[in-house]
């Protein structure tokens, strides 16, 4: 399982140290900031599990930055705790009601007492199943949360993305190097996302397999998806060894332990829009996106290619 991330947006830098040192040694993965446009970026490229703001910056308030976090599909489920000293009561209706943070904390503050909040958070966001144990993208209700909420507009795009080999992959070079292909993914996701798409676009992980699902704009989601394919298929083979790199394949046994070769990993995306519908509820959705991408995986061997795109569900 991945370390858990906390993201910390602090501009004094013995507080935002301490904090860092602490939850460092507490077996967190600690991102800092101390100005907001950088956590927002830190946000957008690598989404935090739970994050920890000051309100005074140097830049915008930290309930600016709260506010962006609860308007973003792919950020509005992060726990946020406000550390501050701005404990009016004014300014903890703002943090509490406005921004819907979890906790308001007024320094001084006790940072046991802060651990003790952040593990309670970041527990109750694991019985919740709100984010994938590996790469931490949303998972489970969440994915299931934008679907829902998507199918009641016009205009939305949705991709379903999956490693194809990656089962193969995991038996010859072992889970953990698994898991590394896993959060590679889901970090291209982003990046390509950032680069090609907007705020308002939604990745999520499904719980089990390789399986990813992404939300856009149909005018932008060809683009993310073709720049998909590409990256993919240029950076994967950074996984594999020399020897399978250079050959293109790795040898692995079939049920009757005789020698196959299997390609390296690829992906194939099916791709619908609101035009394709009308779909009745995210069961019809999801199925429908699975049959497509299934046709991606045919029209991939007819063309003799790694991986593919398929847009639209068949009448």
């Not at 020698?259 to 019809?284: C, H, N």
């Amino acid at each position: 399982m991945s370390k858990e991330r906390i993201l910390v947006v602090e501009d004094q830098p013995d507080i935002s140290s301490l904090l860092k040192i602490y939850f460092t040694s507490q077996g967190y993965e600690v991102f800092t900031a101390m100005r907001g446009q950088v956590a927002l970026d830190i946000c957008s490229k690598t989404p935090p599990n739970l994050a920890l703001l000051d309100v005074n910056l140097p830049d915008m308030e930290g309930y600016d930055i709260g506010k962006a976090l609860r308007a973003s599909p792919r950020t509005r489920h992060i726990p946020i705790i406000f550390l501050t000293a701005r404990g009016e009561r004014r300014d903890r209706l703002i943090g509490l009601g406005e921004v819907q943070a979890q906790y308001y904390i007024v320094k001084p503050f006790d940072i046991e007492e802060v651990h003790t909040i952040v593990k309670n958070q970041l527990e109750d966001a694991r019985r919740k199943n709100q984010l994938h144990p590996v790469t931490n993208l949303p998972t489970a209700e969440l994915i299931n949360d934008q679907l829902r909420l998507m199918l009641t507009t016009q205009g939305w795009g949705m991709a379903l993305v999956h490693i194809n080999g990656f089962e193969t992959f995991t038996q010859s070079y072992g889970s953990v190097v698994g898991e590394d292909v896993l959060k590679f993914t889901a970090l291209l996701m982003n990046e390509v996302l950032n680069d090609l798409g907007s705020s308002e676009d939604f990745v999520g992980q499904m719980v089990v397999g390789p399986d990813f699902v992404a939300t856009s704009a149909p005018e932008r989601l060809k683009a993310i998806c073709e720049r998909l394919i590409s990256r993919f298929d240029e950076e994967i083979g950074l996984h594999y060894n020399y020897k399978h790199r250079k050959q293109g394949y790795i040898d692995v046994p079939d049920d009757n332990g005789n020698m196959r070769q299997a390609p390296l990993m690829s992906i194939s995306i099916g791709v619908l829009t609101s035009q394709d519908g009308p779909f009745y509820d995210i069961r019809e959705l999801s199925e429908t996106a699975e049959e497509t991408r299934q046709r991606a995986v045919q029209q991939a061997r007819e063309q003799g290619r790694k991986s593919w795109v398929t847009y639209g569900r068949v009448r």
